[in-house]
């Protein structure tokens, strides 16, 4: 039974040059396998490899990420008789391959043993003049290689897909599949994601150039368009849109961490790349997520990537946040989403978003690609190439939605981190630990905010130490050595033999909470380093080798492993366009060790003294 249903010579059809498409094939699965992920992956994706048979001839396959589940939930397994709705032939590295993007197991058949003696397929052999088929190694699978022809290794397979609708491109190409072998495609793909315009200038020139994500039923790509590709289809895009993308169209590998999506490659517009919009707009591939529960997010690493959905809880103003490397303006608004884990956390959205945001409260929000952040607590950041879909219709989204309205309206939600450090009697305290700062690290807005912090000093950077300023009373702008020893201000117009340096450190502090990097100018420099930044650079500059390690003792030694009590001046600033927390020393102040003892016997007072209390009265 099971054999009369396979489709026997099918996968010699597929891939002859002039045969004819075999709409579902029904092949037996011979073999599963694991693919490694790649070295160097900080996020692999699972990847699975599938053998065919068609009892004729086997072929190697891959199974499209979207159709992992057929694996891991159990049900594909080895025997079993599979019927291929939707899948890809392909040349790749000179082998003949088939992409799987959608595959049914007839369960009613069963698993059986290996039918017949299927043969590796020799399509292409007798255009060798001297075909010598190699074994396939360790790494492949069982069976023999055939010889394949430059003809042959150059030739892109199209998708077999029997849609009707999709008459005008009968032959398109999955986007998992896209890589530099192939040359010739069309993909029918979703704009999920349209960025704005953007400019640059540099000593090359200047540009500008924009970026849209695609998507269809296997995978999502980027794609970029630069200058005369900007004029050209920054208006034909927009999100939501389905269209056809046809080469012409460079694939180079995909640019770690400006691209946020798991693809290995991205694309590049060309002069003759084509844009269609296509005329079905009701077959659109839909976004997938990858959720991660908002009270799961402590287990989340820094700087990770990930997907959330929410309930909006509230919205915030719209602030604005200056780039001090480009002096630029970017817009802010702060949303406060929470979920079924009665877990609420803090979201950032940028630019046109935020101010274009107009969703009501308690709509349910689905977040792609927005960064994790915050060291001590947890806060989200949408990433300009990533999205937002209110009220999706999801299954996530109608589960979140029916428990809010059932029970999570009522609910108290927990945060990933302290809004504010308090006393008991409710009033601010202004002195805060290392943790707490950090833990309040999202909540800094580009207005400064103050605090007090007592900590150690055990490491200070020695790039830079200090800078050459001019000696002008309140000047302290930096000068050039035009000659020897001159020194040019370009602020004062002057000239100077030699200049006056002054400090410009980092120091890393801790306490027994955690550890800060803070910055350090001048004045305060002096006090924790011990001397003047002219004489610390005079020891820096001498070429004796007892002198330079002079230097280091002065600095790591001497400036180090001591206790101060630090103003701090904290501020949210923008650095290649993403928000970075910058901590400045205002003042700093050795320990009083009298005023401390003062303030441990206050805070003794604090505990209950009652008869149980390790404390003695």
């Known amino acids: 039974m099971a054999e009369q249903a396979i489709t026997q010579g099918s996968i010699r059809s597929i891939f002859e040059p002039n045969g004819c498409m075999v709409e579902h094939p029904v092949m037996q699965c011979v073999q599963i396998k694991t693919m490694e992920p790649k070295q160097g ?71 059986h043993d290996k039918i017949g003696q299927p043969e590796a397929l020799d399509v292409g052999v007798k255009e060798e003049a001297n075909p010598q088929p190699s074994a396939i190694t360790s790494n492949g699978f069982y069976g023999q290689k055939p010889a394949q022809s430059a003809q042959q290794q150059q030739r ?15 032959h398109l190409y999955p986007i998992e599949s896209i890589s530099p072998y192939a040359n010739k495609w069309t993909i029918r793909a979703r704009c999920t994601h349209k960025g704005e315009i953007k400019t640059w200038h540099n000593q090359r020139g200047e540009g500008k150039l924009f970026s849209v994500n695609l998507l269809d039923e296997t995978g999502e790509i980027r794609a970029t368009g630069f200058s005369d590709a900007v004029d050209r289809l920054y208006d034909v895009f ?15 590998p995909a640019k770690r961490p400006f691209n946020n999506l798991p693809h290995d490659y991205e694309l590049q517009f060309e002069r003759d790349t084509t844009v269609e919009k296509a005329e079905d707009q009701e077959n659109a ?23 959330t959905i929410g309930i909006l809880k509230d919205v915030g103003d719209v602030t604005t946040i200056t780039s001090k490397s480009s002096n630029k303006d970017f817009s802010k608004r702060e949303l406060t989403i929470a979920d079924d884990t009665q877990t609420s956390v803090r979201l950032t959205i940028w630019g046109n978003t935020a101010q274009s945001f107009d969703a009501p409260i308690d709509s349910v929000i689905a977040f792609k690609g927005v960064k994790v952040s ?72 580009d207005v400064p905010s103050y605090f007090s912090v007592k900590a150690s000093v055990v490491f200070i950077s020695d790039n830079p130490v200090a800078y050459p300023a001019c000696k002008t009373l309140n000047c302290n702008k930096k000068v050039i050595e035009e000659n020897v020893k001159e ?75 001591k206790t101060y009590n630090f103003r701090v001046r904290a501020k949210m600033e923008m650095y290649n366009e993403q928000p970075k927390p910058r901590y400045q020393v205002l003042n700093v102040y050795p320990l009083n060790f009298s005023q401390e003892c003062n303030k441990l016997a206050q805070l003794l007072k604090q505990y209950d003294m009652d008869s149980d209390s390790l404390f003695i009265r």
């Open 487 to 561: 020194w040019w201000c370009e602020k004062c117009q002057k000239k100077w033999e030699k200049p006056e340096y002054r400090y410009v450190i980092r120091i890393n502090v801790i306490d027994h909470t955690g550890q800060l990097w803070m910055n350090c100018f001048d004045e305060v420099g002096r006090l924790i380093i011990g001397i003047p930044a002219d004489d610390i650079m005079a020891i820096k500059d001498q070429d004796d080798e007892k002198q330079t390690k002079n230097f280091d003792t002065v600095l790591q030694q001497d400036a180090t492993c």
């Open 285 to 307: 591939p839909r976004i997938r997520f990858n959720f991660t529960k908002i009270g799961d997010l402590n287990n989340v690493e820094k700087d990770t990537t990930i997907d």
């Open 238 to 252: 927009q999100e939501g849109t389905v269209y056809y993308i046809s080469a012409p169209c460079r694939v180079q």
């Open 374 to 445: 915050d060291f001590g607590g947890r806060s989200l950041s949408l990433l300009s190439a990533g999205s937002m879909t209110v009220d999706p219709d999801i299954d996530e989204a109608h589960k979140l939605r029916g428990w809010h309205d059932a029970v999570g309206s009522n609910v108290t939600f927990s945060t990933h981190q302290n809004t504010a450090s308090t006393t008991a009697s409710g009033a601010k305290q202004d002195f805060k630990t290392i943790s707490q700062i950090l833990e309040e690290e999202t909540y800094l807005q």
């Open 156 to 170: 892109a397979l199209p998708v077999h897909n029997s849609n009707p609708r999709t008459s005008a491109h009968p």
């Open 41 to 111: 992956d900080s996020n692999p994706t699972q990847r699975f490899r599938v053998v065919l048979s068609d009892v004729r001839n086997f072929i190697q396959t891959m199974l499209a990420t979207t159709a992992n589940d057929i694996v891991t939930s159990g049900k594909l397994k080895k025997g079993s008789i599979v019927r291929l709705k939707k899948y890809n032939p392909q040349m790749v590295k000179n082998k003949q391959i088939l992409i799987l993007m959608d595959i049914e197991v007839l369960e009613q058949y069963g698993e």
